[in-house]
Structures are given as C-alpha cells and as structure tokens.
C-alpha cells in the first residue's frame, strides 16, 4: 500500500494483471489524477483514455479494474490505495450480457409490432443494505449499456445522497454514454420530484407518491419511443431495507414494475423479496456480491457528502462523478 494520510506522495505506477483492480481514496482536498500507460482499465465501466491525464474527484473511493492487463499511474496524494484481484466484475459483465440480451429481444418483439410487453426492455431495481455498492453497480451496467448504443433511463431513488441531482429528491434521466469519470451523470435532461429531507419515515406517503408520478411520467415517455423502453432503466435505491424501509422497497418494485431485482450483500433481503414476490412469474430476484473495495461510511461522512454535492451542483462543479457506494 502506498503512503497515505496527506503526506507527499510522488507518482507512482502499477502494472495490473488481467482481471486485477487498483482501489483508490482520495483526500477530501485533493488532487489525485490517473493516466492510463499501457493497456485498457476502466472506472466502474467507463474506460480510461490512454495517455491522457484524468483528475479523480476529491472524497471518491475509486476502482481502476483491467480485463486484460494495463500499466497506470497515479500522480498525487490519496488516502490509501492498493491492488486486488477479489473482484465480482467478471459476475456483473455476465448480469450485463443477460440485461442486453432482453434489450435486443425488446427491440425485436417492437419491430414485429409484438404485445406490448414483449417490447419492455429490462427494469431493473438495485437493492441492498447501506454501503454494498448499489450506486457503483448502477453506474457500470449504465455504462455498459450506453457503450452497446442503448440509451437506458437512470432512476435514482436514494434521497439520502442523490447521484443525478440534489439530497432530497428523487430523479430520472437517460443516459446515452458512458458515465464521465470527472463529471458524473448528465444533468442535461434530468425529470426531477423534490421531496425535501434525505429520510423517507418523515413523510413515507409523499415518497411513494413521488414515486408514482414518476414512474406513470416515464412509462407515457415510453409508449412513444420504442428505443428507450427497449433500453429500459436502471434503479438505484436506498439502503434502508428493514421495517418501512423494506416496504418502501417493495412499493418501488411494483410503482416501476421492476422485472429483475439485484440483491447486494444481504442473503436474507433475497430470500425476503424472493418470496414476496414469488406470485409473480415475470420478476426474476437474483444475489449478487459485493465488491470488497466498497468502503463504510458513517454518518458524519454522509452528512458531510450531501453537503458537498448541493455546493457542487449549484456551483456547476461537477467534480464527483465517481466513488462507490
């Protein structure tokens, strides 16, 4: 591991073997950069470009993963990095290929003016408890997605930190290209519904009728443009997941009548949604691990990131695009 806590740090390289990742956190100040020397790597399913410079946001907790093997270089400070070869990446690129398989079967069923809901792509909900790397798994299958021509929608119902938009909101907005590694997800066309507090159990009510208009907005989006309910969407959730918060979780299931669930890093909210919903053929509720690099974060962090991404956003800094969570 290399040297962390501020001190100075010159740059330094790693050679990565095939199917190996390089964990990064960065400092709250910065600056941390990455280039790409040999090779191909990416960032949660967006390749780095080679040569160039690539700044990593400030406060991010980055994965820099290679299937083939690559040579890159860190120049700046970070908080601790290290390599590893304990990654689930090989699990989410094959849950990509089966959700891209749907996508062209949609497309197909669409051309032949089949029933309706054979032309429904993939509505895929995210779940897991805090900290299991819902977000990070969002941004790659998006990515992914985009990089395969699919222009998928990005749903965002985790008030608590907001990745499209502000805390305290809930959003939605398609993405046509892999996610930028600098600035994060678009926020050129996003559809957005302001709740006000980053915890549900203030006003559950409100937050399932958020979600409702939502959703009825998006599905009248899609009953005029077969593509992008081809495409379908990507559904990042919070990481509450007892009491109300499964609820909630079962209510978001059904408001965007989601097709596959993604478990993360709990076996018994599997088994738990598993069950719920076994009376209905069409869901498929699959386990997925998480990643070991996903870092905990308390409370006082927390507070601290929603802080910073308000500063961000209306600032129009875009500077943190990427971390996992």
């Given at each position: 591991m290399a040297a962390a806590g501020g001190s100075a740090q010159a740059p330094r390289q790693y050679k990565l073997a095939p199917q190996r990742e390089l964990r990064v956190e960065v400092l709250p100040d910065g600056p941390l950069r990455v280039r790409l020397v040999a090779g191909t790597a990416e960032i949660f399913g967006t390749e780095l470009p080679p040569e160039g410079w690539v700044p990593v946001p400030p406060r991010s907790k980055v994965a820099i993963f290679t299937w083939h093997g690559a040579t890159v270089e860190l120049d700046g400070v970070s908080e601790s990095e290290y390599t590893s070869d304990e990654t689930p990446m090989v699990i989410y690129v094959n849950t990509h290929a089966i959700l891209d398989a749907r996508r062209s079967r949609a497309r197909a069923a669409a051309a032949q003016g089949g029933v309706l809901e054979a032309s429904q792509g993939p509505r895929v909900i995210v779940v897991g408890p805090?900290?299991?790397?819902?977000?990070?798994?969002?941004?790659?299958?998006?990515?992914?997605?985009?990089?395969?021509?699919?222009?998928?929608?990005?749903?965002?119902?985790?008030?608590?930190?907001?990745?499209?938009?502000?805390?305290?909101?809930?959003?939605?907005?398609?993405?046509?290209?892999?996610?930028?590694?600098?600035?994060?997800?678009?926020?050129?066309?996003?559809?957005?519904?302001?709740?006000?507090?980053?915890?549900?159990?203030?006003?559950?009510?409100?937050?399932?009728?958020?979600?409702?208009?939502?959703?009825?907005?998006?599905?009248?989006?899609?009953?005029?443009?077969?593509?992008?309910?081809?495409?379908?969407?990507?559904?990042?959730?919070?990481?509450?997941?007892?009491?109300?918060?499964?609820?909630?979780?079962?209510?978001?299931?059904?408001?965007?009548?989601?097709?596959?669930?993604l478990v993360l890093g709990q076996e018994k909210l599997w088994k738990m949604l598993k069950d719920a919903v076994q009376s209905k053929p069409n869901i498929d509720v699959v386990k997925l691990h998480k990643s070991e690099g996903v870092v905990l974060r308390n409370p006082k962090y927390r507070q601290k990131n929603r802080s910073f991404r308000i500063k961000v956003v209306f600032s129009h800094?875009?500077?943190?695009?990427?971390?996992y969570s």
């Amino acid at each position: 591991m290399a040297a962390a806590g501020g001190s100075a740090q010159a740059p330094r390289q790693y050679k990565l073997a095939p199917q190996r990742e390089l964990r990064v956190e960065v400092l709250p100040d910065g600056p941390l950069r990455v280039r790409l020397v040999a090779g191909t790597a990416e960032i949660f399913g967006t390749e780095l470009p080679p040569e160039g410079w690539v700044p990593v946001p400030p406060r991010s907790k980055v994965a820099i993963f290679t299937w083939h093997g690559a040579t890159v270089e860190l120049d700046g400070v970070s908080e601790s990095e290290y390599t590893s070869d304990e990654t689930p990446m090989v699990i989410y690129v094959n849950t990509h290929a089966i959700l891209d398989a749907r996508r062209s079967r949609a497309r197909a069923a669409a051309a032949q003016g089949g029933v309706l809901e054979a032309s429904q792509g993939p509505r895929v909900i995210v779940v897991g408890p805090t900290d299991s790397g819902k977000s990070t798994l969002c941004k790659m299958l998006l990515s992914w997605a985009a990089k395969q021509g699919w222009k998928p929608t990005y749903v965002d119902l985790d008030i608590g930190q907001g990745s499209i938009t502000i805390p305290g909101c809930i959003s939605a907005t398609p993405i046509e290209k892999p996610i930028d590694i600098v600035d994060g997800i678009p926020l050129e066309m996003p559809l957005t519904y302001f709740y006000g507090h980053p915890n549900p159990s203030i006003n559950p009510d409100v937050y399932k009728v958020l979600m409702k208009e939502l959703a009825q907005t998006l599905d009248k989006q899609f009953s005029g443009n077969s593509e992008s309910r081809a495409a379908g969407m990507i559904i990042n959730t919070m990481g509450w997941v007892e009491g109300l918060g499964y609820e909630l979780l079962l209510n978001a299931i059904e408001t965007f009548e989601a097709n596959v669930v993604l478990v993360l890093g709990q076996e018994k909210l599997w088994k738990m949604l598993k069950d719920a919903v076994q009376s209905k053929p069409n869901i498929d509720v699959v386990k997925l691990h998480k990643s070991e690099g996903v870092v905990l974060r308390n409370p006082k962090y927390r507070q601290k990131n929603r802080s910073f991404r308000i500063k961000v956003v209306f600032s129009h800094n875009r500077m943190w695009g990427f971390g996992y969570s």
